[in-house]
C-alpha cells in the first residue's frame, strides 16, 4: 500500500513540475513598434509592455517581478500592463486583484485590451508576457520575466530587462514566457471554474 501511495505521489509531483516548467505558445511579435497600435509610445526613453489575463493566477509572479524592474530601473522606462477584456463582459470582469496588484506599482499604467485587439497586434499569447521596445520604437526584448509558472525569483527576463534599462546592454534578447493563453475562451473558463492555471 505505501508503494502505491509513493507512486501516485512521485506521480503527481512530476506532473506539476513539468506543467509548471512548460511554457507558453511562442511569439514573434514585430520588430518595430506597429503603427496601428493605439498604446501611446513614449518617444523619450524605452517603453515596457505586459499582456495579461486578469484571472490567471500564474500572472501573480509576473506582476511581483514587474514590480522590481521598476524598483530597481525607476524613471528609466514607461510601463504599461494591459489586461485582457471580452468586449461582451462587464467592465468590472478584468478588475481583479491581479489588476490592483499591478496599478499599485509606481509608475505602470494600467488599461484593459478589449478582446486582446493590442495582444494581437504585437503577438502576445501568453499571460505575463513582456515586451520592451527602445525609444525609436525598435524591440530590444521579448519573452517572460518569470523562471516558471506561477514562480518569482531571479530569472533571464528580468535579468535582461534591467540590464538593458541600466546601462544599455542585454545579456539577452528573449526569454520563455510561462503561464495561461491570453485571448482563448476556452482557457478563460477553466481559469474561472478552477481557480488556477491547469491545462
Not at 491581479?98 to 484593459?112: C, R
Not at 545579456?171 to 476556452?186: E, H, K
Request: proline share 8%; with cysteine; aromatic share 8%.
Amino acid at each position: 500500500m505505501l508503494t502505491v501511495w509513493l507512486i501516485v505521489v512521485g506521480s503527481g509531483m512530476f506532473c506539476l513540475c513539468q506543467y509548471s516548467s512548460t511554457p507558453g505558445k511562442p511569439s514573434r511579435p514585430p520588430a518595430v513598434w506597429p503603427a496601428d497600435s493605439q498604446i501611446p509610445r513614449f518617444s523619450q526613453r524605452p517603453t515596457l509592455l505586459m499582456f495579461a489575463h486578469p484571472r490567471c493566477p500564474c500572472t501573480r509572479a509576473s506582476i511581483g517581478e514587474l514590480a522590481l524592474i521598476l524598483a530597481h530601473c525607476p524613471d528609466r522606462v514607461d510601463a504599461r500592463v494591459l489586461f485582457f477584456q471580452p468586449s461582451d463582459a462587464a467592465e468590472e470582469w478584468s478588475k481583479t486583484d491581479l489588476w490592483a496588484s499591478a496599478e499599485s506599482i509606481p509608475g505602470v499604467q494600467v488599461t484593459s485590451d478589449e478582446d486582446g485587439l493590442e495582444a494581437a497586434r504585437f503577438q502576445a499569447h501568453t499571460s505575463g508576457q513582456a515586451l520592451l521596445y527602445a525609444a525609436n520604437g525598435r524591440l530590444l526584448f521579448n519573452g517572460g520575466i518569470t523562471p516558471a509558472r506561477g514562480h518569482s525569483g531571479d530569472n533571464a527576463g528580468r535579468i535582461a530587462i534591467e540590464s538593458i534599462l541600466s546601462d544599455g546592454t542585454a545579456t539577452a534578447s528573449w526569454a520563455f514566457t510561462f503561464g495561461c493563453p491570453i485571448a482563448d475562451p476556452r482557457d478563460c473558463r477553466v481559469i474561472e471554474e478552477q481557480g488556477s492555471c491547469q491545462q
